[in-house]
Each structure stands twice: as structure tokens, then as C-alpha cells.
């Protein structure tokens, strides 16, 4: 039992370990991650291929190659750290618990990336402004406005989406402005301010009166072939065109525009539209509190063995 028990808190254990843990992380970052089979299959010999699959490396952290030194690890650690706390607590003056500490914020760190590992969820949305969406935990958002702020050269300055928050028909949050470095919390989750896009759609009229919204890769049939809405694009006067792409057997043969009022496959363009969009992006962390308080720990840790260490210097 002694055996076994200073084979697990020997710290050459610890160093062979950190050494195989980042190794194999390093090896990990030349195959993609979590893409499907088939890529594997196209992009790789088959034993390779087979190799990669067998062994989970195409999803490296869940796989038991990394694990299983990272669980080995985190006993080392917790061996180490009840061994060298029970020695310090033995001795009758001049105890450092820095280290210790230290290791507590490494085991808290450890937790909360298993955590995140297994828990993280995370969604992307796109609105307009006045579209709302329902979010988990019974929150409802709403898009008051967007902004979009660019330099003199037109380059991206920075997005703004401000939003409302409510709850069981209750007001939580008014007016937030989400920016790329200023994200929501609601509840357990981040909203994070993640692109911009533009939206374009074209309404049509048919010659029977019925009324239509198309969308970018909405499709009308025609005898032998079909258009479809590839956006607008604006004139020379500054008016939307709505542009069709016409397909025939998977071939592009022509690209026709059409101003409002104008005819195409039987039906009247009545108007052309565009507008702002949004991307936002919402993450649930439960490990987030445990990364937190780790952080503190490693932080007090090493200011204390510094300080204790400088201490000592100077006796």
C-alpha cells in the first residue's frame, strides 16, 4: 500500500504525465476536430484513418487518450497535495501552505475544464431589429435596435445590438447594450456579440393575385428550368434590384434583373427589401465558477509562497 501510495504522489509520475498530456495535445492539433467520417476517410490512408477513429482523435478531449493521464494527473495532485498539507500541518512552526494552495487552484482549474468539457452549451442567432427569440431558462429577447459603426475606410468599428430581457411577461433587462467586448448575462449564460450580415428579400405578385416573400434561395419553376433569388443589388440611382440566377441541368446560363414593377416567370416585383442582422452568440458555461475560483487560488498560492520564500531570504 506504502508502495502505491508514493508511486501516486511521486512528482516524476507528475512530470511524465504533463509531458504526455501535452504531447498528445500537440499531436491533436494537426488532425481537425469533430468534422464527420467521411472526411477522415477521404483525407487519410485507411490505417490511419482507422488509427484516428479507434483511438477518438478526431474529438481529442474526450477521448480516452486524454482522460486518462488527465485523470491519472488529477490523483497525483490530490496525493501531493494531502501529503504535503498533512506534513505542514505536522510541523510546529514555520508552515507554508503556498503550495498547497497552489495545488488546490490546479485541481479547481482541472474540475472546471472537465466541466466545460461536458456541459458547455453554446447556440448562434440572427435577427433584424424587432425580432424576438426564446432563450433557455424562459427568457424572451427582443432586438430593439443595431447599429453598425465603421472607421473613415469602412472597415468594422464596432456592432451594437441593444436588447431587452423578460421573464414570465416581466421586464429583466431594458435597453443592454450587447458590443464584442460588453456581452449579456442572463442567468447562467453569456450573450456575446458575434457578426453582422444583411438580409435581402424581394415580394412578388403572381398573375392569379397571390402574394409572395422570397428569400436568397427561394426558387421559381419555369418549364425546363428554375431561378432562383440570389439578392439585390443597388442601381445607379440608388434603387434595390432584385437578381435571379436561371438554372437549367445544374448549369448557369444567365443572370437577370429586374427593377419594381418589372415581370419575370408570371409574376410582378412589387418591392425589394433589405436590412440589418445581427449575430449573436450564447454560452452556457457551468464551468465557468470553478475556472473562477481557481484562478483566485493559484493567484493567493502564489503570492504566499513568494512571499514566503522572500521572507526567508531576508531572515
Known amino acids: 500500500m506504502n508502495r502505491v501510495y508514493s508511486f501516486l504522489k511521486s512528482i516524476k509520475l507528475a512530470v511524465v504525465l504533463i509531458l504526455v498530456i501535452t504531447g498528445m495535445s500537440l499531436l491533436s492539433t494537426l488532425i481537425p476536430q469533430g468534422k464527420d467520417l467521411s472526411f477522415y476517410y477521404h483525407s487519410y490512408p ?25 485523470a491519472f494527473f488529477f490523483v497525483n495532485l490530490v496525493t501531493c497535495t494531502i501529503d504535503r498539507f498533512s506534513r505542514e500541518i505536522r510541523k510546529k512552526k514555520k508552515r507554508q501552505f503556498g503550495p498547497d494552495i497552489l495545488h488546490v487552484g490546479l485541481l479547481l482549474l482541472i474540475v472546471g475544464g472537465v466541466v466545460t468539457f461536458t456541459g458547455r452549451k453554446e447556440g448562434y442567432m440572427n435577427l433584424g431589429e424587432g425580432d424576438q427569440i426564446n432563450l433557455p431558462g424562459d427568457y424572451l ?38 458590443e464584442v467586448n460588453n456581452p449579456l448575462k442572463v442567468g447562467n449564460m453569456d450573450i456575446y456579440q458575434n457578426s453582422y450580415s444583411v438580409e435581402y428579400s424581394a415580394q412578388i405578385l403572381s398573375d392569379s393575385g397571390e402574394e409572395k416573400s422570397l428569400a436568397v434561395g427561394d426558387i421559381l419553376e419555369l418549364d425546363d428550368s428554375v431561378l432562383v433569388f440570389a439578392g439585390n443589388e443597388e442601381s445607379a440611382d440608388g434603387n434595390l434590384i432584385a437578381v435571379f440566377e436561371h438554372w437549367q441541368n445544374r448549369n448557369l446560363i444567365d443572370v437577370v434583373r429586374i427593377r419594381k414593377g418589372g415581370s419575370i416567370a408570371g409574376n410582378t416585383l412589387t418591392s425589394t427589401s433589405l436590412r440589418s442582422m445581427t449575430g449573436l452568440h450564447a454560452v452556457v458555461d457551468p464551468g465557468y465558477t470553478p475556472v473562477f475560483i481557481g484562478l483566485i487560488f493559484l493567484a493567493i498560492g502564489l503570492f504566499l509562497t513568494y512571499y514566503q520564500k522572500l521572507g526567508e531570504k531576508t531572515s
Open 141 to 178: 429577447l427582443t432586438l430593439k435596435s443595431f447599429e453598425f459603426i465603421t472607421y473613415e475606410n469602412g472597415s468594422p468599428k464596432d456592432w451594437i445590438s441593444t436588447v431587452d430581457i423578460e421573464k414570465d411577461g416581466s421586464l429583466m433587462v431594458d435597453s443592454f447594450p450587447i
Open 46 to 70: 485507411p490505417f490511419i484513418t482507422w488509427l484516428i477513429l479507434t483511438t477518438r482523435f478526431n474529438n481529442f478531449f474526450r477521448s480516452f487518450l486524454f482522460i486518462a493521464p488527465s
